[in-house]
């Protein structure tokens, strides 16, 4: 490790660790293991993301004493192992002082808890804002004979926390961040931190989570930022990574980071999948389940949760179950199979029919005289996600959903699937989706545990996407994700839905389906969020009664 009997030099590694919310035995372990590693490669100071011991988000554990009392016992530990003469610790954690809760980066080094700051500007969503309390406005901490100012979470959004600091004798700038995966959302990020620069003249270190956790996806992509602005420094998206950084005092006081390892971020499509098969993984991994069960259907939608599937755990821990009701089309079934075939995964068959015939036959002096029409459709649709929930409780496997955002949006969200346990589509348009199979058809991911090559059939994604039930008069697809977009992703006046080529009475009919199908959408179950605004969390419309006519 560097000698700094000077402190012209520091040696930085940034961790970007994926920590599960609430196991602080296995997140010390994580941190741990970061922290030697970087040792061995002569790191002064190792910063980890926010929330790196409790998890994020730890919700409503942070406002439990017993989960408190753990996470300071935790903190105590790692202090006292950093005695060894070893690097010190930047940590994210909860904390607690004078009875409040804070979003706290905790210095450990030389065994103790050398210095404690607290994020003061409180702009981490409602998860943060209903369970910590704002600080104070920090001064920058001493690390080895350098001023470092730390900004936590929200505290990067604006110029406030960064000029304090800044104004009370910092060198360096260090963030620790817990920032979830969104289009965009790194380019966002590197933008609000070159904001940060200018207006400081000070370099900067941002260390985000990376990893699933509930409903999101965090992203990663750390980095280190010149005086000037200039990208000197940044980990890979969706992996965890330790990153090392080299800095050095010039004779003007300012400081400079040699050479370091810039690994440039993956965009578009491929960053989608990317955060879908990571949200996936670890929410199969996390809760410590054995693999996966994916009712298929023929249709594009299961073909991919298929393949995101096995591109996350690999087909071995993938079960596709082909259960056709008796009205399915057999082309489906068929295709069903060849997506097996090129995913490589196991597959069971399940006979329905006698299943129906019997419950039909159970119901029919209930039906006698009368059609049982959608009543006996949606029947048959539960028996199917009956079946399928057994068989994936027989495994103790996690059962996914196969529909998609458009799905859920205009309450098409079918009945097979309300026992499902994750939804991997749920904040996807049927268009991405497409984009999304087409993507996977011509590219295998880094890190991928699946085949290359193809692996959804030409012939389903001809056919396209199932068609949009359960409400008429819809628009055809492009157009409707186009108006769906508008009213969930932002606030649009109407004249601005219409300049985007929506007639009001097809933006009318189509907000009166999303508004009467709102209880559907609160059922559905959870998902990785990668949408702007996702539906059901971010965009709640009333169930009872509403405004049902825009103009």
């Known amino acids: 490790m560097t000698d700094l009997r000077s402190s012209d030099r520091l040696s930085i590694a940034l961790a970007q660790t994926n920590p599960t919310a609430g196991s602080l035995a296995a997140n010390a372990d994580r941190i741990r293991a970061a922290r030697a590693a970087a040792a061995a490669r002569g790191a002064d100071l190792v910063v980890f993301p926010e929330g790196a011991l409790s998890g994020v988000p730890a919700l409503d554990l942070l406002r439990k004493p017993f989960f408190l009392d753990a996470v300071e016992t935790a903190v105590r530990a790692l202090a006292a192992e950093t005695a060894d003469g070893g690097p010190a610790l930047l940590v994210g954690t909860p904390w607690r002082d004078g009875g409040k809760r804070h979003n706290a980066a905790l210095l450990l080094d030389k065994g103790a808890v050398a210095a404690v700051r607290f994020q003061a500007e409180m702009r981490g969503g409602p998860d943060a804002m209903d369970r910590f309390e704002a600080g104070p406005m920090p001064g920058p901490v001493n690390v080895r004979g350098v001023r470092i100012g730390l900004s936590i979470g929200g505290d990067l959004a604006t110029a406030d926390v960064v000029e304090t600091l800044a104004e009370s004798g910092a060198e360096l700038l260090v963030a620790l961040l817990a920032s979830p995966f969104a289009a965009q959302s790194h380019d966002e990020r590197v933008q609000t931190a070159v904001r940060r620069v200018v207006e400081s003249g000070l370099p900067l270190i941002a260390v985000n989570a990376v990893g699933g956790q509930d409903e999101r996806v965090f992203d990663g992509g750390s980095l280190a930022l010149a005086s000037d602005g200039r990208l000197v420094a940044q980990a890979p998206l969706f992996a965890e990574h330790l990153l090392l950084t080299r800095w050095e005092r010039g004779d003007d006081e300012s400081w400079t980071c040699s050479a370091a390892e810039t690994i440039a971020p993956v965009e578009g499509t491929e960053a989608l999948y990317a955060a879908l098969v990571l949200g996936l993984h670890d929410a199969v991994t996390k809760r410590q389940m054995p693999g996966v069960v994916v009712g298929l259907t023929g249709g594009v939608e299961s073909a991919l949760v298929a393949a995101i599937a096995v591109d996350a755990l690999g087909p071995e821990r993938v079960l596709a179950v082909r259960a056709p009701l008796p009205s399915a089309d057999p082309d489906g079934v068929a295709d069903a199979a060849e997506v097996v075939e090129l995913l490589g995964c196991r597959l069971d068959n399940v006979a329905l029919a006698p299943v129906v015939k019997a419950v039909d036959s159970l119901l029919a002096p209930a039906f006698a005289g009368q059609e049982p029409g959608g009543a006996g459709e949606r029947l048959h649709a539960r028996l199917r996600g009956a079946t399928l929930a057994a068989l994936a409780e027989r495994m103790g496997a996690l059962l996914l959903a196969t529909s998609d955002r458009t799905d859920l949006a205009v309450g098409a969200w079918p009945d097979d699937e309300s026992a499902c346990g994750y939804a991997v589509l749920k904040d996807v348009f049927k268009t991405a ?119």
Do not use: Y
């Open 433 to 551: 989706v497409l984009e999304l199979a087409r993507w996977r058809n011509a590219h295998q991911p880094v890190g991928s545990r699946g085949p290359a090559g193809r692996v959804v059939p030409e012939r389903v994604l001809e056919r396209a996407a199932r068609p949009v039930g359960g409400a008429d008069g819809l628009p055809p697809l492009a157009a409707l994700d186009d108006l769906l977009a508008s009213l969930f992703d932002g606030d649009p006046a109407l004249p601005e839905i219409v300049a985007r080529g929506h007639d009001v009475e097809t933006v009318n009919r189509v907000w009166r389906v999303v508004l009467r199908t709102e209880a559907a959408r609160r059922q559905a179950p959870p998902g990785p969020r990668v949408a702007r605004r996702s539906l059901g969390r971010d965009q709640r419309l009333p169930i009872d009664g509403g405004f049902a006519d825009i103009v």
